[in-house]
């Protein structure tokens, strides 16, 4: 059976949250529902006006060039990109070519080749015989990330690593404040550029199969033999960018396979998520397609001049990797419970906020671990109109459960009524005749009775039977209503049996 090599690159667009768009002074505001209300003649591209860099913008790639370890350029320019849409107003879009903001860097397996600065398009919205055009969205700052292209020899695991460096771009864009990079609202766009190999086309390369292939990101010396590129644009979510991914993928491979390789053109192909395949929307256009050329009413830039670069990576925050690192050294909770702190940042707020009262004690540290991604989440996740309690009630809830106090259910059951309201625990616990009894003497007597009016399951447990000693702790539970410490039950039993 034939073998095949899977090579993919990316690009991603990420609409940046500042309080203006690029050039201009209107509103960027993804949320406003009414057309063209923030809108000016610059970003409508009226005669006579001219373009105003967004300095906040252009840090904001620098941040993200440096998370990365990406080359922050001196020398920058903005440069015309010529093509035409009903949503682009002037017939270009400004953009950059020959000098980006960022070169170089690496996030989860893939190489960066570029991050640069643009102005986003407007919005076509079609409908019965005619097409509307808003202009909110034009002129929203855009950065956009092109990663170097990367050859697997398993197409799963192609898709697992780009989907995964899709969700950590999200991520790292998140922990720092540049974007909200909601898909569903176009914020983030991934395209896919993929093609595939043949072992057969490797050998009459003179390649050893694979030889040197597979892992690598600088692929030039191997372009003759990679196959030809196609480009699946606009992918609105990490699912869809995987199902696209794979259906092109399949495609390929059956093109092949006919011995229809020809067939497989450069062209950029569109996703219809209904009928789960793609289609062809045109061919592929190469950068002189585009003719490009300086922007004449926007300077050039020094940007070691104009930004302290050192300050500003002084300055980054806590990235998703550091976090992980962290929380697995300081803290020893489980992976899983790190990821839910690391997607949710302000779940992970409050884990932190909750546990700092506690002295850096792990297995305080885990109980509340536990309770935060189970219970509250799961409670959370039911309830609309539930909301994360306060942080310090929470603690002291933990702490009650901990030392005994509380049993599991009522710890769980007052959680529940935490997330409704702002209760002190130990109030509501003491009023709700919640809190457990764990004087031993006090519970002696309670338990000696259970045992002399229960000696056929004394000796279903003297005889070897384990199960038999929870039958004894739920009948000394029945006669405390529930309120003996099950725990401080059983030792009881063992200790008088």
């Not at 709700?432 to 009894?437: D, V």
Request: proline share 4%; aromatic share 8%; with cysteine.
């Amino acid at each position: 059976m034939e073998k095949f090599y899977y090579t993919i690159g990316l690009e991603v667009h990420a609409e940046l949250s500042t309080k203006t768009k690029m050039f201009c002074s209107c509103k960027n505001d993804p949320d406003e529902q009414k057309p063209n209300r923030n809108i000016c003649p610059v970003c409508s591209a009226q005669p006579g006006t001219l373009p105003v860099p967004n300095e906040e913008a252009i840090k904001n790639v620098i941040k993200v060039g440096l998370a990365i370890g990406g080359n922050i350029a001196d020398f920058t320019e903005f440069d015309r990109k010529n093509y035409f849409y009903p949503d682009i107003p002037k017939g270009y879009q400004i953009s950059q070519y020959k000098y980006p903001i960022v070169s170089g860097g690496h996030l989860s397996g893939f190489d960066i080749t570029r991050i640069h600065l643009e102005e986003d398009t407007g919005t076509s919205k079609h409908g019965d015989e005619k097409t509307l055009v808003d202009l909110n969205r034009a002129g929203v700052p855009l950065m956009e990330l092109v990663t170097e292209p990367h050859t697997f020899d398993d197409k799963d695991e192609a898709i697992r690593v780009a989907g995964k460096f899709a969700r950590d771009l999200q991520l790292l864009l998140w922990y720092l404040g540049v974007s909200e990079a909601n898909m569903e609202k176009g914020e983030m766009r991934v395209e896919a550029n993929i093609s595939i190999t043949s072992s057969k086309k490797l050998e009459l390369e003179g390649l050893n199969q694979s030889e040197g292939l597979i892992g690598r990101t600088d692929l030039d010396k191997f372009q003759s033999v990679l196959g030809t590129k196609v480009e699946v644009k606009n992918l609105n979510s990490f699912k869809s960018m995987e199902r696209a991914v794979l259906y092109e993928f399949d495609r390929m491979e059956e093109l092949h396979t006919m011995l229809r390789d020809g067939e497989i053109r450069q062209e950029t192909r569109g996703w219809d998520e209904n009928k789960g395949k793609t289609f062809s929307q045109r061919s592929k256009e190469n950068a002189s397609d585009y003719r490009y050329f300086p922007e004449p009413d926007i300077p050039k830039f020094k940007l070691h001049t104009l930004f302290d670069i050192k300050e500003i990576e002084k300055n980054l925050p806590e990235l998703p990797e550091e976090k992980r690192n962290r929380y697995r050294n300081e803290f020893g909770i489980k992976d899983e419970d790190i990821e839910s702190y690391i997607n949710n940042l302000s779940l992970g707020e409050f884990f932190e906020k909750v546990i700092a009262d506690f002295d850096s004690d792990k297995e305080l540290i885990k109980t509340a671990s536990n309770f935060i991604t189970s219970d509250l989440v799961g409670t959370l996740a039911k309830d609309t109109e539930a909301k994360i309690p306060n942080d310090k009630s929470f603690a002291s809830l933990i702490k009650m459960f901990k030392d005994g106090s509380l049993s599991s259910r009522s710890t769980k059951d007052i959680l529940i009524e935490m997330t409704k309201s702002d209760l002190d625990p130990a109030i509501f616990a003491e009023e709700k005749g919640l809190i457990q009894k764990n004087d031993p003497e006090a519970l002696k007597a309670i338990v000696e009775k259970v045992i002399s009016e229960n000696q056929d399951v004394v000796e279903t447990y003297k005889g070897g039977k384990e199960n038999a000693l929870m039958s004894l702790v739920g009948k000394v539970m029945k006669e405390t209503a529930g309120s003996a410490n099950p725990a401080l039950v059983q030792e009881l039993l063992k200790e008088l049996i």
